[in-house]
C-alpha cells in the first residue's frame, strides 16, 4: 500500500510561489499516476494536476493552467507542486494523490484515485 506525505505548504503573499512535495513509499512508485488535488472551506475537494506514471503526460485544470506545475523524480519517489504566480483563491488544504497504472490519460475525479495523503494547508494573502 502507497503512502503519501505532503510538504511544502504555508502563508504567501500574493504574486508569490510555492513548491508543494508528495514523498511515496511503499509499491514501486513509477507504477503509478500522481495528481494534486485541493479543497478550500466550504468547498468540495478539486482537481488541481495530474502526471502520468513516466512523467510523459500532464494534465492542469483551467484555473492553474500556465502558473502550476507538476513534476515527479522517481529517484526520490516524489512529486510536486510549483506555484507560481498564487492567488487568494488558490487557499486550500492541498492533497497528493496515487493511482496505479501505467496508462497516460486524464485522471480528473477524485475517486479515481486510490491512494491519498493528508494534506498541506496553503494561504495566499491578498
Known amino acids: 500500500q502507497v503512502q503519501l506525505v505532503e510538504s511544502g505548504g504555508g502563508l504567501v503573499q500574493a504574486g508569490g510561489s510555492l513548491r508543494l512535495s508528495c514523498a511515496a513509499s511503499g509499491p514501486p512508485f513509477s507504477r503509478y499516476a500522481m495528481a494534486w488535488f485541493r479543497q478550500a472551506p466550504g468547498k468540495e475537494r478539486e482537481f488541481v494536476a495530474t502526471?502520468?506514471?513516466?512523467?510523459?503526460?500532464?494534465y492542469y485544470a483551467d484555473s492553474v493552467k500556465g502558473r502550476f506545475t507538476i513534476s515527479r523524480d522517481s529517484a526520490k519517489n516524489t512529486v510536486y507542486l510549483q506555484m507560481n504566480s498564487l492567488k487568494p483563491e488558490d487557499t486550500a488544504v492541498y492533497y497528493c494523490?496515487?493511482?496505479?497504472?501505467?496508462?497516460?490519460?486524464?485522471?480528473?475525479?477524485?475517486?479515481?484515485?486510490?491512494?491519498w495523503g493528508q494534506g498541506t494547508q496553503v494561504t495566499v494573502s491578498s
Open positions: 502526471i502520468s506514471w513516466n512523467g510523459g503526460y500532464t
Open positions: 494523490a496515487a493511482k496505479p497504472t501505467t496508462t497516460a490519460r486524464r485522471l480528473t475525479l477524485s475517486y479515481e484515485y486510490d491512494y
